[in-house]
Nanobody, 113 residues
Framework: VQLQASGGGLVQAGGSLRLSCAAS????????MAWYRQPPGKQRELVAHITSGGVINYADSVKGRFTISRDKTKNMVYLQMNSLKPEDTAVYYC????????WGQGTLVTVSS
């Protein structure tokens, strides 16, 4: 499976962005899809994940502000990010598990104060 993330950019605090991730390859084998992020100088961390059955989990830091969704018909996963904070600044990565792990190339989100 190959993943292509898009939608990052520069936004002011309080603003919104929507990230998209397109999957190609053996999509029928995809189980869980997720978004990770890596803030400057910090380790990569899980933001949210969604299973093939629709089970969703969020990091505590984004609960109530971010929404992950998945469109199986289009082989897409999305991350709607609202009420963005400067601490949300990071490179965001799309991830999936289909028996093996696959990572997208990352998209930069910068939130200015």
């Amino acid at each position: 499976v190959q993943l292509q993330a898009s939608g990052g950019g520069l936004v002011q605090a309080g603003g919104s962005l929507r990230l998209s991730c397109a999957a190609s390859g053996r999509m029928s084998s995809i189980n869980t899809m997720a978004w990770y992020r890596q803030p400057p100088g910090k380790q990569r961390e899980l933001v949210a994940h969604i299973t093939s059955g629709g089970v969703i989990n969020y990091a505590d830091s984004v609960k109530g502000r971010f929404t992950i969704s998945r469109d199986k018909t289009k082989n897409m996963v999305y991350l709607q990010m609202n009420s963005l904070k400067p601490e949300d600044t990071a490179v965001y990565y799309c991830w999936c598990y289909s028996g093996v792990v696959a990572w997208g190339q990352g998209t930069l989100v910068t939130v200015s104060s």
